[in-house]
């Protein structure tokens, strides 16, 4: 017992550090919305400015310039401390103004890229410029060994503890009780409330930035004198950082730093654990307690990073549907076949290389690109197929092309679990899940020697029907047949990439990228959506994994390290993560590849690929989002959009307009209602939103509801559609649907709209309708697509959307934008319809035209519940109207009668003005 509390205790040295740069990642995250990956490598600089002002001589990180300049004598403790922390903050300062600054208003996945760029920019410059080899730095604290009985502990890691501990007190207490700590709190809750509070969002992220930075440097100077201080190392402490920070759900200080703590004293223990158990891995366990950690807090709590309140957030790249695959693809075939041919010995190896890691850098399109879950593993899942690859083949004698084929296969179980904690949690949590994976994955068996020998993993030459198609030995190094077999493989794998995205599961990919809850609202699967991504970019990279195991012949971690792994993403977010072309132009500048071969040729500067690689990142993520083919794409967008010859706007909305005017089909009096809700009710705690509701919807008719702001009509939408949790009944058809899913009710012949409209902006005005055929597929069983394409005509026609169907979503007006959202709905065949703020935003004449569409909807024999504050357009169009008010129903009536209601009067004006109106 008395040795597994010596490790704890030991690990608190660490454990202090992961700590400090919690807090930093919780102030940055706090004041400015940024995931700061970048926190480590700001130790790292200061680290390394403390050691040389001790020798006195001062740190200057800039390409060009002297690495150092000789200032005093060596420094003492105090004096080097002081002026280190200083640099920090400056750093810090530098940082927001130059580059998260740009970025205030970027989704929160740009400014993570960015922070990520950032971290390899600086570890980039502190090997070229310093290098590797440790740097021994004196002791700050005692190193005094404390005793009692038969525990024995230095001094140094309980000083070091209660020093982190001491600082996030006391900026604990700075934020609770001082103005600047009360206007921190007031921007992360809301800039626009920080604003008309007469506070500078700016100016507390500035102020959050500078002392974030001098906390993350205080840690890293602490921790240089137990530590060996060189760049790899402090780069990775990110990932206990980031659990610890996790921890304290990025809102409290104190908490970062006690779980830092004992991340750091679990790490200890895992190390102690894997010396006295044969069973367990002898390396790599302490790597596995950040990401337990992580997905305990963050997969069973089922909590997205906390949000801020940005005044205005704009939209990742689009991915553009691809087209002229065939001459794309023959053209690019060519190119690269001719490059093949022509280049010879380390220029064909780097096509050779470009080729293999486009595959892999295609996978990243799909999970990421396509499905929105920005995964930093795909090199890692990639590493899988690589070190099983040789044992299938040397040890199975399967053959070539079942083993790479298979190891592909072992990859996408990899990523299919990597996937999972996906399915409860979105956004910059699955970037963190998947970070820790990868540096767990690498740790447990890249790196360990229980698993890979200390020579690394060899590989077996690709054989088919006796011909060698390996990359060849000696002279014939490298051969074309290899480099023809990589491009054929990457031909294949683009091909499949483009046409996922022309396919109706690509579309939703994107629908799921754009908006969760809207995907569902359309009938998609958002969990099949999901594992599907990741099983197919894995199976992907696992192929790329295999092929870059037969090049390299014997494989080693350094190829499908983590930290290459993040080089890798830098560089498929640089080129443009969206698109085919994107990932073969990752693939061109990606580490080893050709361009950089060309490069190191010309000017010898292969060492720098890294610090140039992070800083074009950090670049294209400020000024060009979409990567260096988005300029390409949108060029091409506007040639088609003038290309294409104009349409009579007037045509369709007159079809419309003419459907509309029909005689609206008799309808039974006595047939079972579509929609009935039976005593509903939704409560959240002890706050009752919805209470006791109880109507229904016959066939063909259009029933309004109606209330106060508050009243709780949205919740009641919401309760029906599923994604509100509720008591009672919602019989669809006759059939209850209370258990089902929201996907499941959609399909089961539900459709809604939402009062944001949702839209998928990356998508056309056809591609956003047919997103919703997966409920008509479902609701059908099996339907030629000959007749989905006829669906989808009739309701262009139906709702006058025909002279947009081929414009991006995010061109279309106001009134465009409801449209579509209804067409949307329509398309998967719903037999009642739930219309949240169809005229929102719209003027009179918008509404007057809005109400002739819905009509002809009715008419089709569509029941229609619909949410609106325009009374005009309500009552106009509504055959019942339902009043609802603080969550109970207060009258029910036929528009007259509503109209000239007191009680409906006293809910929307009060009583006293009711009086006035009734009097």
Not at 188 to 204: F, N, Q, T
Not at 246 to 259: C, E, G, K, L
Not at 903 to 913: F, I, P, Q
Request: with cysteine; aromatic share 6%.
């Amino acid at each position: 017992m008395t040795q597994h509390l010596v490790f704890l205790l030991l690990g608190l040295g660490n454990g202090a550090v992961f700590g400090a740069l919690a807090i930093a990642v919780v102030m940055t995250y706090r004041s400015s919305g940024v995931l700061n990956f970048a926190t480590g490598a700001i130790a790292l600089y200061t680290a390394y400015a403390y050691a040389y002002l001790r020798q006195g001589e001062l740190l200057i990180l800039v390409p060009g310039l002297p690495v150092t300049v000789e200032v005093s004598d060596p420094m003492g403790l105090w004096p080097a401390l002081l002026i280190a922390l200083v640099m920090a903050a400056i750093l810090g300062l530098l940082l927001y103004l130059l580059v998260f600054r740009p970025l205030r208003t970027a989704p929160p996945v740009a400014k993570a890229v960015a922070a990520l760029g950032v971290s390899l920019l600086i570890s980039g410059l502190a090997a070229q410029m310093i290098g590797t080899t440790p740097i021994t730095v004196d002791p700050i604290f005692p190193s005094e060994v404390w005793s009692a009985g038969d525990l024995r502990v230095s001094s140094d890691r309980i000083y070091l503890a209660v020093t982190v501990v001491v600082v996030a007190v006391v900026l604990a207490l700075i934020f609770r009780f001082t103005k600047f700590g009360l206007a921190t709190r007031a921007a992360a809750e809301s800039e626009r409330g920080a604003y008309v509070s007469g506070i500078s969002p700016d100016r507390v992220a500035v102020y959050n930035w500078m002392i974030s930075s001098a906390v993350a440097g205080l840690a890293g100077i602490l921790i240089a004198p137990i530590v060996p201080l060189v760049p790899v190392a402090y780069t990775l402490f990110i990932v206990p950082a980031l659990a610890a920070a996790i921890a304290a759900r990025f809102q409290w200080v104190v908490m970062a730093a006690v779980a830092g703590l004992v991340i750091g004293m679990l790490q200890s223990e895992a190390q102690y654990l894997a010396t006295k158990l044969d069973w367990l891995p002898s390396a790599g366990l302490s790597e596995l307690v950040p990401l337990i950690i992580i997905l305990i807090l963050l997969v069973v709590r089922a909590q997205p990073l906390p949000s801020r309140g940005a005044v205005i957030e704009r939209n990742l790249g689009r991915a553009p549907r691809p087209e002229h695959v065939v001459w794309t693809t023959i053209a690019f075939g060519a190119i690269a076949l001719v490059g093949l041919i022509v280049l010879e010995d380390r220029f064909r190896t780097g096509l050779i290389v470009s080729l293999i890691m486009a595959i892999i850098a295609l996978s990243t399109v799909v999970v990421t690109g396509y499905a929105g879950q920005v995964s930093l593993a795909q090199l890692t899942i990639a590493g899988v197929a690589g070190f099983v690859v040789g044992p299938l083949t040397s040890n199975l004698h399967i053959p070539f092309p079942i083993a790479p084929l298979l190891a592909a296969l072992i990859a996408t179980v990899l990523g299919v679990i990597i996937g999972l904690p996906a399915l409860r949690i979105r956004g910059l949590t699955v970037a963190v899940v998947t970070l820790a994976m990868a540096f767990a994955v690498e740790a447990v068996w890249f790196r360990n020697s229980d698993f890979v020998g200390s020579a690394g993993q060899a590989v077996p030459a690709p054989t088919l029907f006796g011909w060698d198609l390996g990359i060849g030995a000696g002279l014939e190094y490298p051969r074309l047949r290899f480099g023809v077999l990589c491009l054929i493989v990457l031909i294949v794998v683009g091909v499949a990439v483009a046409l996922l995205r022309r396919s109706r599961l690509g579309a939703q990919m994107l629908a799921v990228r754009a908006n969760e809850r809207s995907a569902a609202a359309a009938g998609v699967n958002v969990t099949v959506v999901k594992i599907a991504a990741f099983a197919i970019a894995a199976f992907i990279a696992g192929l790329g994994g295999s092929l870059l195991a037969y090049q390299q012949q014997t494989v080693t971690f350094d190829s499908f390290s983590a930290l290459n792994g993040l080089i890798l993403f830098g560089a498929v977010y640089l080129a443009g993560a969206t698109s085919v072309s994107g990932g073969n132009i990752a693939g061109l500048t990606a580490a080893g590849g050709l361009l950089i071969i060309v490069i190191d040729e010309a000017f010898t500067v292969s060492g720098w690929y890294p610090v140039v690689a992070s800083l074009l990142l950090v670049l294209t993520v400020i000024f060009n989002p979409e990567g260096v083919v988005g300029p390409v794409h949108a060029l091409i967008a506007r040639w088609r959009h003038r290309s294409k010859a104009p349409t009579d706007a007037a045509t369709g909305a007159a079809a419309a307009i003419e459907v509309a005017a029909r005689k609206r089909p008799v309808l039974d009096p006595d047939a079972p209602p579509i929609l009935e809700l039976r005593n509903l009710s939704v409560h959240y705690g002890g706050v009752v939103a919805v209470d006791d509701v109880s109507f229904s919807l016959a066939k063909g008719t259009v029933v309004g509801l109606i209330g106060p702001n508050g009243a709780g009509k949205t919740t009641l939408i919401d309760a029906i559609s599923g994604f509100a949790p509720h008591r009672g009944d919602v019989m669809l058809g006759g059939r209850s649907i209370d258990k089902m899913v929201p996907h499941r009710r959609i399909r089961s012949g539900l459709g809604r709209t939402f009062q944001a409209i949702e839209l998928y902006d990356d998508l056309s005005v056809t591609e956003n309708i047919k997103v919703g055929l997966t409920a008509a597929s479902s609701a059908d069983g099996h339907v030629s697509d000959m007749n989905h394409a006829q669906r989808v005509d009739a309701i262009f026609s139906l709702l006058g959307l025909d002279p947009v169907r081929d414009r991006p979503a995010s061109e279309l007006s106001q009134g465009q934008r409801q449209l579509v959202s209804i067409a949307r709905a329509l398309v998967g065949s719903p037999t009642a319809l739930l219309l949240d703020e169809p005229a929102g935003g719209l003027d009179t004449s918008e509404s007057r035209w809005l109400a002739k569409q819905l009509r002809a909807v009715r008419d089709s024999g569509i029941s229609i519940l619909l949410v609106d504050h325009d009374m005009g357009f309500v009552l106009g169009l509504c055959d019942r109207i339902h009043v609802l008010n603080f969550g109970k129903v207060i009258m029910s009536g036929t528009p007259e009668e509503i109209r000239n209601d007191r009680t409906v009067a006293e809910a929307y004006l009060g009583n006293a003005h009711a009086k006035e109106i009734t009097s």
